[in-house]
């Protein structure tokens, strides 16, 4: 879709205002972002809602136990059952590989490469906020969505939406880019954060908005800073990295960050 508008998991795409959306909290792990008017991007939801997947645990770990179960019809349809409900069960089939258990392993083996085959374990259980260069995984926390177009105003449960567009994104790259370990993006500008880097030139500050690449160096277990003027190897002091997005400050930790680079 283009322009801001609400598309249905139906097909139907209906180009509108979203006043509903201003104000609304999109939750990640790293903190929670707030929506303006002004955000510029999309948000494709998760087919479930948070509370929802949190509700389906028991009856997951339920199915698990019961691949183990004396009755093949029972194996059978445990098996059939947890295929369904897809992304939500990956975690626990990951656990139940280690079972003592034979036929609950290689059960679980199964299931999760036919996750693997059909795409499955490539998408995300969460939504997936897009703004910039900017790619979130966490939950908008709405369960209604309120649209206003030229044919009029509704209200769309969001388990019948499958994306809302917040309109066409800026060109223009805002700033810097942390690539996280996870597949997701931050785009963010860092205005006064600082890298303290201890190296053998001792303990260094330096200006995020002068490194053009930062990332962990495994082989050599240091990190590597660049900016246009120096390459600085060493120890970070802190354990996170703080960007201001479209929709509010966000922190990253050092562990989950891949590269930082423009």
């Given at each position: 879709p283009t322009g801001r508008g609400v598309l249905l998991r139906d097909g139907?795409?209906?180009?509108?205002?979203?006043?509903?959306?201003?104000?609304?909290?999109?939750?990640?792990?790293?903190?929670?972002?707030?929506?303006?008017?002004?955000?510029?991007?999309?948000?494709?939801?998760?087919?479930?809602?948070?509370?929802?997947?949190?509700?389906?645990?028991?009856?997951?770990?339920?199915?698990?136990?019961?691949?183990?179960?004396?009755?093949?019809?029972?194996?059978?349809?445990?098996?059939?059952?947890?295929?369904?409900?897809?992304?939500?069960?990956?975690?626990?089939?990951?656990?139940?590989?280690?079972?003592?258990?034979?036929?609950?392993?290689?059960r679980a083996d199964g299931i999760l490469k036919k996750f693997q085959e059909t795409g499955v374990m490539r998408k995300p259980v969460a939504d997936v906020l897009h703004m910039g260069r900017t790619v979130l995984h966490g939950w908008l926390e709405l369960d209604q969505v309120e649209a206003s177009s030229k044919y009029g105003a509704f209200r769309a449960d969001l388990k019948v939406v499958s994306v809302l567009s917040l309109s066409e994104p800026e060109k223009e790259p805002a700033g810097p880019v942390i690539r996280l370990r996870s597949g997701e993006v931050v785009e963010g500008d860092p205005r006064e954060s600082t890298i303290s880097l201890d190296t053998e030139f001792g303990m260094l500050k330096v200006p995020l908005r002068d490194v053009t690449s930062f990332r962990y160096d495994e082989e050599k277990k240091h990190w590597v800073v660049r900016t246009d003027k120096a390459v600085l190897t060493g120890k970070v002091s802190g354990d996170q990295i703080q960007l201001q997005t479209q929709a509010g400050p966000i922190g990253v930790p050092l562990g989950e960050m891949a590269e930082f680079g423009r």
């Open positions: 139907g795409f209906l180009k509108s205002d979203l006043p509903g959306l201003a104000g609304a909290k999109f939750k990640t792990r790293f903190g929670t972002l707030e929506l303006t008017p002004a955000t510029k991007g999309r948000i494709e939801l998760y087919g479930l809602r948070e509370r929802e997947i949190e509700g389906l645990r028991q009856e997951i770990a339920r199915l698990v136990d019961t691949l183990g179960s004396k009755s093949i019809d029972e194996r059978e349809e445990a098996q059939r059952k947890l295929v369904r409900i897809g992304g939500p069960a990956i975690e626990p089939l990951e656990k139940a590989k280690g079972s003592s258990d034979p036929e609950v392993q290689s």
